[in-house]
């Protein structure tokens, strides 16, 4: 008999980068156990992605867990602020987006931590990128070495000097259009994920908002059409 | 006209230890945002009790925010696991307890992180003690130093050079007798707040689990009774 994969809590939002980061966990060998939030975005179509993402991908759990960040709001993408649209690649590369979630992957990668104790998994992975998202202060290498040191001192494991968390960060480095071929190598359906900031009621991209744009770059950039739904006219 | 006071997001659970902590941020002259999480505990008479301290404190703001620990599990306070009973001060010392919540600390001080951002406050309390609770990692010195580390990393201040998260933990070297004499002397209604880990069903503690016990004997050691109400016969 085989022994068991080792496990791996993996971020999944339901997004292009977090979906790719899905596919090299599952390379890699790792029984995934998904994660996602109900944090009251306003892009909920997020979690039926996520959903379908989980199922392509075989995930052995998927876990939706409800968070409320409405309450201490500050972020367009929570509270009733305005998403910027269509501004040029420099646009978007000056200082931290009101799209910026305050500390957003410090909550999500502390809940992967307790549910990576629970199931006594020392893997988890996030799908953050450095590259298309200078401004965000926590999708930084440095920010991620510093979450790990507090993890190994937060924990269980920590304590009794079992094995360090790693927290894989696979695409950190690459530029977007590297990791839709990553994807695309790995067999990722990037029909089924979604990127839009403001989608339109029936769940399609808007195709102005930052995250469209990036994403639509990306794959002109790879010679690949976008096979995500997006609002008539909203393809370039 | 005096210029405002500045603020600190504080973390309220409405036991002993958060009531006192509270009370100390008062005292160095914060306007105090307090918060506190519904996260599916059994001993959810907690929440009832921090409106209390809350109100009693005079805070600016206190917010109430819902987290879903359950679907993760892993601990007597949110599972279904046996809360232990009647163990003695050597028994409470030995090893990690089934109360601990896996990175319960590393998630609310993540979303204090957040308000803390939204408000434009570098200060956090939290009531965390070392001496009393020595079998949690997360109680430790050294882990609020690499949180603190971590969240300078996290944030639009630390990425802006402006002034470091202080992360506050006064009670952290205190015996619990110490804690509930500098209480005393700040004026805290210890009747307002709520310790038990396994409460009875009109919110009286049970007087047997860990918590209680080392409650019920600091307030011994102080020669004050107990002002909080404890189920028929199980004050000692």
Redesign the interface.
Known sequence: MDSPKPRAVVLLSGGLDSATCCAIARDQGFAIHALSFDYGQRHAGELGAARRVAEAEGVAEH???????R????SALTADLEVPKGRSAEEMDTG?PVT????????FL??A???A??LESTDIFIGINALDYSGY??C?P??LR??Q????????A??EGQTRTTIHAPLITLRKRDIIRRGLELGVDYGLTRSCYDPTEDGSACGRCDSCLLRLRAFEACGVEDPAPYATGARP
């Not at 910026?100 to 909550?107: D, G, K, S």
């Open positions: 876990v939706v867990t409800s968070i409320d960040l309450a201490i709001g500050g931290i910026y979630v305050p500390a957003r992957n410090t909550i502390s809940f931590l307790a549910w104790e629970v202060p926590d930084r440095a920010y510093a979450f040191d507090m993890a190994d001192l937060a924990t269980k920590g304590v």
